[in-house]
């Protein structure tokens, strides 16, 4: 994907000290019911976009980064100072998935489907609202 003329978000973590933008609009966006996500963000799901990690970039606090690496999937990125959960990515560095509250203002893209429904949190009634569901990991 190539840089779009004119995009440009920017975002962060809670204590300010990790700074990043990204320079193209984001491929696409979801909500994730999974357990792992429930750990991590504290709460029912977790939304992510999926970006071009070329289109990145730290602009401060990239040493402050740490992860969690399970023995399957992504990494789960976060800043060690505050703990606030910023992306996940793929083990080769290839695939990346931006947390959408970790951004500034509006990234421009909406949530289009809801995966991993069959862990969720008993709870919280997953919302009425259209968008297709998948029981394991969304098909790619
Ligand atoms: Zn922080
Ligand atoms: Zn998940």
Redesign the pocket.
């Known amino acids: 994907m190539s840089e779009q003329d004119g995009y440009m978000v920017q975002g962060g973590?809670?204590?300010?000290?990790?700074r990043f933008s990204l320079h193209a609009k984001p491929i696409v966006a979801g909500y994730c019911h999974c357990s792992r996500c429930q750990r991590r963000t504290g709460t029912a799901s977790g939304v992510s976009v999926m970006v071009d990690p070329e289109q990145v970039t730290w602009m401060s606090g990239e040493r402050?980064i740490t992860g969690w690496a399970p023995p399957d999937g992504h990494v789960k990125c976060f800043?060690s100072?505050?703990g606030?959960h910023l992306f996940s990515r793929s083990p080769d560095h290839r695939r990346m998935a931006i947390r959408m509250a970790a951004f500034d203002s509006d990234p421009g893209i909406r949530p289009s489907y809801r995966q991993f429904v069959d862990y969720a949190a008993s709870w919280e009634p997953i919302p009425e609202d259209g968008l297709p569901r998948d029981g394991g990991a969304r098909p790619r």
Do not use: E
Request: aromatic share 0%.
């Open positions: 973590c809670l204590c300010g000290a990790v402050l800043c100072v505050c606030a």
